[in-house]
């Protein structure tokens, strides 16, 4: 009886790797080649026929097994005929089976009527077959049924799954349909047939059955070539699709994928099937003491037995075999078979698991491969890169320069590596003089993305490719090549949350916007560049992005970054509750931003003046709107700007051309006597340096303008009336010193206090329905600190308003300068409109809006060593209440609805009643017990009858005595008092103590911040900053109508 149509599922909706059914929607986003739209079904029915009719199959589908030691196993089958073209079922395994091809297939040959191993040797050939498959990724594959060296596989694959859960073994079980037990069952189409495994005989009518499945084989191609109870039909179909699976699958693998044959035990058709491997020149690896062909075919090799000695063969023959096998072999003609595999010995690798236990199943099945393309380079260095033997791939590599025929291999070899995050075979071509980093192009870039992350394996490159959220495509064109790369792109411009910084920006050609072209380019020429690095710290290829750091134009920068990625994949990760890998990435990031340290140190201890210059020049894209300094602030980096170099740079910067050790006092004598930092103790040395920012504009950043290309003076001057040689004239003198950042904010400091005493006088003394002088004047002051910090927001380095307005609002004090303008203009609309009772609202917002604006004094404490980090602490602190602050709400809710609901009961319902819900629970968490209250004494004015009181009634309400209350609020006072505030205060402690010992590097890095917006200032504070803004305004005017009027613009903006 065949399943209701709503039962069938489509082969194209189970993932076979991991045996589960999926829904069709969630499989693996790719951008290589996928699936043609059509249905598994009509791919079937169009492509393979059985046969005995030569009808289009219709039976394939996923079987199940019963009755086994594995739990849900299921895999994907297909009667099919042993001619179908082999193109087709390439097709069938990777594009509606979902298998990645491998590069090893091991091909497991022997005993299929049951093998006379002893329960030892049976275990060391389950070890040496499961050792090599887990070591290489390779596929298996074997003839499919319950019997011989097929059951052994099976048993195998069936231990290491109890051991190995993340790893699926792709065995592929090739039968022949007619010796299959049940195969009735298996007629069905595309569905989830159960297996029974019990053998029962008496179910089909067409055939006396042989052979079960083997229930731990992924996958089964049943040949159907008209036989029943005959083994050996698949025989021709099976090398067929060996030789097809080992061939290039498209033009982009360059290479052939490597096969070898594994021996153990055998009859006549091993024989035979070995002597077929090697007249096509394929390795085979022999077990001896398995038994039969196997340990015939390894006493031969072993003793060197010549190939036309066919007397010693037949008598060797005829003393380990049984009469019935050497009847069979001598049927078979087995000498013609033994000539062509001892002519071809040199591809027959004996294997002895007792003997060999340093030499491995490893470099056995290597050692193959190596004899097998002897004379192939290519393949050679391939297989020691892929397999890490660096011995042999240091015979291979040549001493010098690579000839144009070697570089593909190399090439291969150096993708391979990078891949596997091999970063020994890498040094090893970097010994020998090779350029690898000149080998790599942007297709090969896209390539490795693209075989990494549309065939995911571990938790990082499962996250990524789920993020990427990559199309699928039918085909690997450069559009597709392109639209992988900036998808790859746009995912670094969200980890490090910014557009800027996707290095794959296209911008109307095929060329990405870091400039990494097509081919490689001479500037990279034996380094390897900063795309590469990007790939190994996204998917986890840590030991080879070490070694691309080392070569990479700029370390400090490239470990900045690193760093940054790092740690937002470990806020993706957290979220995903994956403990372990957000452990390892953190410990990377870290590791990373220990390294830009120390190399900064190792730069700082050499030159000093060079490593400053290193700090404040422009990055290369994709931060080139960066420098060191300010990606180190924009991302949280305290240890780096914590750095001697930085503090120093940034003392530098704040104090202008003065002399780094002028005193605070000193300054602040100058700004009220400019003349006195001439003489005695209030003298002020400056420095004559030359800086580049002269032919700039004034918006420059701060870094800019104290580039130099030479090495900078550190000679003082005095200040000098007239000017004298070696001084300072007192006309430069006093522009250095009222440009310095430590002076304009040290006079925009004054300008805002004094802006909130008259703000404060007019608030509190003359805020009248009629608008006053002293109201216009605030008006008037207030505009100009509008009218900067518009500037501020114009001056951002992003394209477009909207993303200036973004970048603006991430330091978090413009969100409150914001708030107090909004305020400010909601405050004059109220007074200008409201009159009589109603002005009071005006007045009300006034006042609230000058104390946002005293708040924003804070700020300026930021400046001090002392108290700036305690303005860290109180933010902080403040985002743990806001943290606490629900834990809080819950106990006074609960208990205020238990007071109201007691003390008074039926209450109409009223805003008064959620204020008197919530106000005497919160009371009591600062003192106010309120006990009288709680306890039902009634004031003399309450009313105690209900129906007293009318809707309208104003009249208190008494409160009811009960015994219950008392006794719940004394335990809300218990648990508030005591438990919920001092673990408040113990929170708090915490934040105080985690700030305080950090304070100065808290200090250190905050401090940047203030540096840099006094440095961008104006030279006039307000209100008279609106000269200084007109000038600027005329100044990018004229910038724009340069063309055609540069004398104009000369004069206007001299």
Not at 699 to 707: A, G, S
Request: with cysteine; charged share 25%; net charge negative.
């Amino acid at each position: 009886m065949s399943r209701p149509e709503n039962d069938v599922i489509e082969l194209d909706q189970i993932d076979v790797q991991n045996n589960t059914p999926t829904e069709a929607s969630s499989s693996s986003t790719t951008c290589v080649n996928e699936p043609s739209k059509r249905s598994i079904t009509d791919f079937v029915r169009e492509k393979f026929t059985v046969k005995e009719n030569k009808v289009r199959t219709s039976s394939f589908g996923v079987v199940t097994f019963e009755e086994t030691m594995v739990e849900q196993q299921m895999a994907p089958y297909i009667r099919l005929d042993p001619n179908s073209n082999m193109e087709d079922v390439l097709t069938l395994l990777t594009e509606y089976w979902h298998l990645r091809l491998p590069n090893l297939i091991i091909s497991v040959t022997g005993g299929a009527d049951g093998l006379d191993l002893n329960q030892k040797e049976k275990e060391v050939c389950k070890k040496i077959v499961i050792d090599a498959v887990l070591s290489t990724g390779a596929w298996l594959i074997t003839g499919g049924t319950q019997y011989g060296v097929m059951d052994l596989v099976g048993e195998a694959i069936c231990e290491s799954a109890c051991f190995r859960d993340d790893v699926k073994v792709v065995a592929l079980g090739i039968a022949t349909w007619g010796v299959i037990q049940n195969n009735t069952i298996l007629k069905k189409q595309d569905e989830i047939v159960a297996y029974n495994m019990k053998g029962d005989k008496g179910t089909d009518e067409d055939a006396v059955y042989s052979a079960l499945l083997e229930p731990n084989h992924s996958h089964f191609l049943l040949v159907d070539d008209g036989t029943k109870s005959t083994f050996g039909g698949e025989i021709k179909f099976r090398s067929r699709l060996e030789m097809k699976l080992i061939k290039p699958k498209s033009q982009r693998e360059e290479f052939e994928r490597s096969i070898i044959y594994l021996v153990i035990g055998g009859g006549v058709n091993t024989l035979e099937t070995i002597s077929k491997a090697v007249e096509k020149n394929m390795p085979v690896i022999v077990i001896e003491s398995s038994g039969r062909i196997a340990d015939f075919i390894a006493t031969l090799i072993i003793r060197n037995i010549d190939e036309n000695r066919s007397d010693v063969i037949g008598k060797i023959m005829v003393d380990m075999f049984s009469p019935n096998d050497r009847d069979n072999l001598e049927t078979a003609g087995y000498y013609t078979s033994i000539y062509r595999i001892l002519v071809k010995r040199n591809l027959i690798n004996v294997f002895h698991p007792s003997r060999n236990s340093e030499y491995d199943i490893n470099r056995a099945i290597l050692d193959s491969l190596m004899k097998a393309n002897d004379e192939n380079i290519k393949v050679k260095l391939l297989l020691a890169s892929a397999w890490n033997k660096h011995d042999i791939a240091d015979d291979i590599l040549p001493e010098s320069e690579l000839k144009e025929s070697s570089k593909n291999a190399v090439k291969e070899a150096v993708l391979q590596s990078i891949k596997k995050d091999n970063e020994e075979f890498l040094l090893l071509m970097q010994e020998k003089g090779i350029e690898t980093g000149a080998l790599i192009d942007k297709n090969d870039i896209i390539r490795l993305y693209i075989e990494v992350l549309t065939h995911p394996i571990s938790q990082v490159e499962l996250l990524l490719s789920k993020r990427m959220n990559l199309e699928k495509v039918n085909n690997t064109t450069d559009e597709t090549n392109q639209t992988c790369l900036s998808k790859v792109g746009k995912l670094i411009s969200q980890l490090l949350g910014d557009d800027e910084y996707n290095p794959y920006k296209t911008s109307g050609s095929a060329q990405s916007s870091n400039g990494m072209s097509d081919q490689p380019s001479p500037e990279v020429k034996g380094k390897f560049n900063l795309d590469m690095f990007y790939f190994a710290i996204l998917l986890n290829r840590y030991k080879v992005a070490d070694l691309i750091w080392k070569s990479v134009d700029d370390p400090i920068a490239a470990a900045l970054l690193a760093y940054r990625i790092l740690k937002a994949l470990d806020e993706i990760v957290q979220v995903e509750a994956e403990a372990e890998l957000s452990d390892a990435l953190r410990s990377q990031a870290l590791t990373y931003q220990d390294r830009a340290y120390d190399l900064l140190s190792e730069c700082h201890e050499r030159n000093k003046n060079l490593t400053h210059q290193l700090l404040v020049r422009s990055l290369e894209k994709p931060l080139q709107n960066h420098t060191l300094l300010s990606f180190a602030e924009s991302n949280g980096l305290m240890k780096f700007m914590g750095h001697t170099s930085c503090q120093t740079k940034l003392s530098e910067i704040w104090r202008g051309h003065m002399a780094l050790h002028t005193q605070w006092w000193k300054i602040a004598v100058g700004i009220v006597f400019p003349f006195l930092f001439v003489i005695g103790k209030t003298k002020i040395q400056f420095t004559t340096r030359k800086s580049i920012w002269s032919s700039g504009t004034e918006e420059e950043d701060v870094e800019d303008k104290y580039k130099t290309h030479k090495t900078l003076d550190r000679r003082l001057y005095d200040v000098d009336l007239c000017g004298a040689h070696e001084t300072t004239a007192m006309k430069d003198a006093l522009f250095y010193f009222y440009s310095a950042p430590v002076t304009l904010f040290a006079l925009n400091t004054i300008s805002y206090i004094m802006l909130l005493l008259v703000f404060s006088y007019f608030v509190v003394v003359e805020l009248q329905e009629n608008i006053t002088a002293v109201e216009i004047f605030v008006w008037l002051w207030m505009t100009t600190l509008l009218a900067d910090e518009m500037r501020q927001l114009l001056s951002e380095k992003k394209p477009g308003i909207w993303k200036k307005a973004v970048q603006w609002f991430k330091t978090k004090w413009n969100s409150v300068d914001l708030l107090m303008y909004i305020l400010f203009i909601l405050s004059i609309i109220l007074r200008t409109t409201l009159t009589g009772a109603s002005f009071r609202s005006a007045r009300d917002l006034y006042s609230v809006t000058l104390a946002v604006f005293y708040l924003r004094l804070l700020q300026y404490f930021y400046v001090s060593r002392g108290i700036g980090p305690k303005i860290i602490m109180i933010k902080k602190m403040l985002l743990d209440l806001l943290d606490f602050l629900p834990i809080l709400l819950v106990f006074m809710v609960s208990v205020g609805i238990m007071y109201q609901a007691n003390l008074f009961p039926n209450t109409q319902l009223s805003w008064k009643l959620l204020q008197s819900v919530l106000l005497i629970p919160y009371r009591q968490i600062f003192g106010d017990i309120a006990s009288d209250y709680l306890e039902g004494d009634a004031s003399s004015s309450c009313v105690n009858n209900d129906s007293s009181l009318s809707p309208n009634d104003t009249s208190e309400k008494c409160p009811q005595q009960n015994w219950i209350i008392p006794l719940f609020g004394a335990a809300y006072l218990l648990l508030t008092n005591i438990l919920l505030v001092n673990l408040l205060i113990a929170k708090f402690s915490y934040t105080f103590q985690s700030v305080q010992n950090n304070a100065n590097e808290v200090w250190q890095f905050y401090r940047y911040s203030i540096v840099t917006e006094y440095s961008r200032r104006p030279i006039l504070p307000p209100p008279f900053n609106v000269i200084a803004l007109a000038y600027r305004t005329t100044h990018f005017v004229c910038n724009r109508m340069k063309e055609g009027h540069n004398s104009e613009c000369e004069l206007i903006t001299s």
